[in-house]
């Protein structure tokens, strides 16, 4: 992804992504380790199985880490994440195709600042979206990056 955005270069509509995922079980007990989520239904099972699920899920908070990330990099260094929110709306498993994008809803300026609204979903392999979220950010103004480098 680029350096870098900038207010005046994304249009509303624009998509950034989509970003493929497929994780597997030691990627799971990999995250759990790391997010200290030993909640079993994410790696037996037959507890997940009991839960009513086919099998393992995807921990919740890893799908929001990667809708995150993907804010984070259309941010760049110069720009600030204001509001970011997440639903959970369905279950994920490992070893299927998910993907990830963000979409342009809407930019405004704020007073001197480039203002814009995000949504971001996560989808199945079926095409649903199991985890919506939506986002403002403020990108910075070529303009006013122009007016510190003279």
Same mark, same amino acid.
């Given at each position: ?10 249009? *509303? ?14 990627? %799971? @007990? ?16 037959? @507890? ?13 908070? %890893? ?18 994440? %204001?509001?970011?929110? @997440? ?8 070893? *299927?195709? %998910? ?9 405004? &300026? *704020? ?7 995000? *949504? ?8 649903? &979206? ?21």
């Amino acid at each position: 992804m680029k350096s870098q955005f900038f207010f005046e270069d994304i249009d *509303e509509g624009h998509i950034f992504g989509p970003i493929e995922k497929n994780i597997d079980r030691k990627q %799971l @007990v990999m995250y759990a380790g790391a997010s200290q989520d030993f909640n079993e239904f994410h790696y037996d099972d037959e @507890v997940a199985k009991k839960a009513g699920h086919k099998g393992i899920i995807i921990h919740g908070a %890893l799908k929001s880490a990667w809708l995150a990330q993907l804010l984070v990099d259309i941010v760049g260094h110069q720009g600030r994440i %204001l509001k970011f929110n @997440v639903s959970y709306r369905g279950v994920d498993f490992p070893y *299927e195709d %998910l993907k990830y994008y963000g979409k342009v809803i809407k930019k405004s &300026i *704020e007073g001197s600042k480039g203002v814009v609204d995000i *949504e971001l979903n996560l989808e199945n392999s079926k095409g649903q &979206i199991t985890t919506p979220s939506t986002a403002q950010i403020e990108l910075p103004m070529k303009e006013k990056n122009e007016e510190k480098n003279v």
